[in-house]
């Protein structure tokens, strides 16, 4: 996705996270849904963050990562060790 949308001129930031939802109504909610939410906003233009349930998920599927550092996430209780989507 970010390198189709680049040809438009457009930078997206993405984060990949990986747990259980609550469905509710016509939305989504619980704490899957705001690991993701609150490390996309760690990304910046163009970047692609995971928390390392998904680094671990697709173990030897070929993608690489950089490891960012652990991060307090704000009403998430932990840390969090965040890694960069490496092309």
């Keep these: 996705m970010r390198e189709a949308v680049a040809s438009l001129g ?10 259980e939802i609550e469905l509710m109504s016509d939305d989504i909610g619980g704490i899957a849904v705001h690991v993701a939410a609150r490390v996309a906003a760690l990304a910046g233009a163009g ?3 995971a928390t390392s349930t998904v ?3 697709v173990s ?3 993608l690489c990562f950089s490891h960012c550092g652990s991060q307090s996430l704000k009403g998430v209780p932990d840390e969090w060790s965040i890694f960069a989507v490496e092309r």
């Design 55 to 57: 680094k671990n998920l």
């Design 10 to 19: 457009i930078a997206i930031k993405l984060a990949l996270h990986s747990g």
């Design 60 to 62: 030897g599927s070929g």
């Design 47 to 49: 970047e692609v963050l």
